[in-house]
């Protein structure tokens, strides 16, 4: 069965650096989004990405956050001034269509520690 | 506004039983899929059911099934003959389709965490 795949599973950084958390979405997807979760709370949008530009972010993705796709199977979602409160798990999934599909496939999460 | 909601924030259940748990929505879009993840405690969300707001079916997946009420705006989760490995977060989660600025994304409410006892 296809599956998104996310690397690294954890990750800890110290206040101020930069992370690149990677995403290999589902291959004939066209469809790709990062999700966040704090620690016991629920799961919060970030930004959806289709035909290699943004199409939607929440107010969560400020100017620290940017996404890419830089070579076609990989989609990265990149924080470049981490702070403590970006210490969350970090999902990201993919579709095949915009508003169908019967599932959306979530990678297995990259949880970032900030310290 | 809450776009889905979820009241229990907590359940016991007994191994064997049945468990509800209760999600409502809003939207005014015509279309619109709802899911439910389930959560363990080592952090992947897991896939398990789906019901379109056109299906006329409640959906079902093994010991899952989906209580769709659409004038109600509720789709709650059953699972029957709980087992000790259902002890999870439960989390709804609704996909609008058609609303101009949503591409699909899926919208959460905050979970409901479920312990199966023996």
């Known amino acids: 069965e296809p599956e998104v795949t996310q690397t690294p599973s954890h990750q800890v950084t110290q206040m101020g650096q930069e992370v690149i958390l990677r995403c290999v979405p589902i291959s004939n997807h066209l469809y790709f989004y990062w999700y966040r979760q704090i620690l016991g709370q629920k799961v919060e949008f970030l930004v959806s990405?289709?035909?290699?530009?943004?199409?939607?972010k929440s107010e969560i993705f400020d100017d620290q956050f940017s996404v890419e796709r830089p070579d076609g199977s990989n989609f990265t979602l990149k924080i470049r001034s981490t702070k403590l409160e970006d210490s969350a798990m970090y999902f990201c999934?993919?579709?095949?269509?915009?508003?169908?599909?019967?599932?959306?496939?979530f990678g297995q999460g990259t949880r970032l520690t900030v310290v | 506004a809450q776009k889905i909601t979820q009241t229990q924030p907590g359940m016991f259940v007994q191994e064997k039983e049945a468990v509800t748990l209760d999600c409502t929505y809003d939207?005014?879009?015509?279309?619109?899929?709802l899911f439910w993840y389930k959560q363990p405690s080592s952090g992947e969300m897991i896939f398990l059911i789906y019901q379109g707001s056109y299906d006329e079916q409640n959906a079902t997946e093994g010991r899952y099934s989906l209580n769709f009420q659409k004038a109600r705006k509720s789709a709650n989760l059953v699972i029957s003959a709980s087992q000790l490995g259902d002890s999870a977060m439960y989390f709804c989660?609704?996909?609008?389709?058609?609303?101009?600025?949503?591409?699909?994304?899926?919208?959460f409410g905050a979970g409901t965490q479920v312990v199966v006892t023996p």
């Open positions: 999934a993919s579709t095949p269509l915009r508003g169908g599909g019967t599932e959306a496939f």
């Open positions: 939207t005014s879009d015509q279309s619109y899929g």
């Open positions: 990405f289709y035909n290699n530009e943004i199409s939607e």
């Open positions: 989660a609704m996909r609008e389709v058609f609303v101009t600025d949503s591409w699909g994304k899926l919208q």
